[in-house]
């Protein structure tokens, strides 16, 4: 029986990780298949487990990236630290959770910096947040979190006037908000006040370019999207998966 691979979360309609991982495992004569697999509930990860006794690693998307900590046996210690997993490895029936979202974000993130960028926004408080948050604390950029609902130390969508984009010039969206098939929403901020000083990073990947990115560009801010950070932190797990290496932390 080859082993099995697999991404959860829910929706999965549009996922990047079955095609990108069918052809490593093609490319280097890996008998293994990769699956989708979209739980409508976190709860069913262990019947999902015990269907699929060949299961030895998963990607996690959203909304689990944070809610599947529980049923993990052991955290590698960077995604302990983030207090959120996207890779999981399973050896031996252990299950151990990894966090390479974080380097993704920072290899991809790293090269657009420029000394103006010392106060960030992030957008979202999920767990891809999170991991954005451990990057900017280890890189020295100080960060608020922007939060829908009032949370505590967040601040909320109304609260962000002008002065506050003008003084933070790096916004990083972790939200949904913006990708296929939605892809006429945006994050309610003050665009008006982005300048060219600013970079606008998305998580999303599909569309290319969401409007978030649309509207910073159009006020002549430099924008990226999450498609090299998704490539980059694909690359992490499956060293995880292959080589029996940790995250390096």
């Not at 974000?105 to 960028?117: K, M, N, R």
């Not at 599909?206 to 409007?211: A, F």
């Not at 998704?230 to 995880?240: N, R, T």
């Amino acid at each position: 029986m080859p082993a099995l691979y697999g991404i959860i979360g829910y929706p999965l309609s549009h996922t990047f990780s079955p095609a990108y991982f069918r052809k490593k495992f093609a490319e280097q004569n890996i008998d293994a298949v990769y699956e989708p697999f979209p739980i409508e509930e976190v709860t069913s990860f262990p019947a999902l487990l015990a269907a699929s006794p060949n299961l030895e690693g998963l990607n996690i998307t959203i909304p689990y990236k944070e809610t599947i900590i529980p049923y993990l046996d052991e955290l590698d210690t960077l995604a302990a630290e983030i207090g959120a997993v996207n890779c999981i490895a399973i050896r031996n029936g252990i299950k151990k959770g990894y966090n390479t979202d974080a380097i993704g974000f920072e290899q991809s993130l790293v090269p657009l910096l420029t000394p103006q960028h010392t106060l960030a926004l992030i957008l979202g408080t999920g767990g891809s947040s999170k991991a954005v948050a451990y990057v900017l604390r280890q890189l020295g950029i100080a960060f608020q979190f922007v939060s829908r609902v009032y949370k505590d130390g967040c601040l909320m969508y109304e609260d962000l006037s002008p002065e506050i984009i003008t003084a933070h010039k790096l916004i990083i969206n972790t939200t949904s908000l913006g990708m296929y098939p939605n892809i006429d929403a945006a994050p309610a901020i003050p665009y008006v006040a982005i300048t060219p000083h600013h970079l606008l990073y998305d998580l999303t990947y599909n569309p290319e370019e969401t409007k978030f990115l649309t509207l910073g560009k159009e006020q002549g801010a430099s924008v990226k999207n999450g498609f090299e950070m998704l490539q980059l932190q694909a690359e992490a797990a499956w060293d995880i998966w292959t080589s029996g290496n940790n995250v390096p932390e």
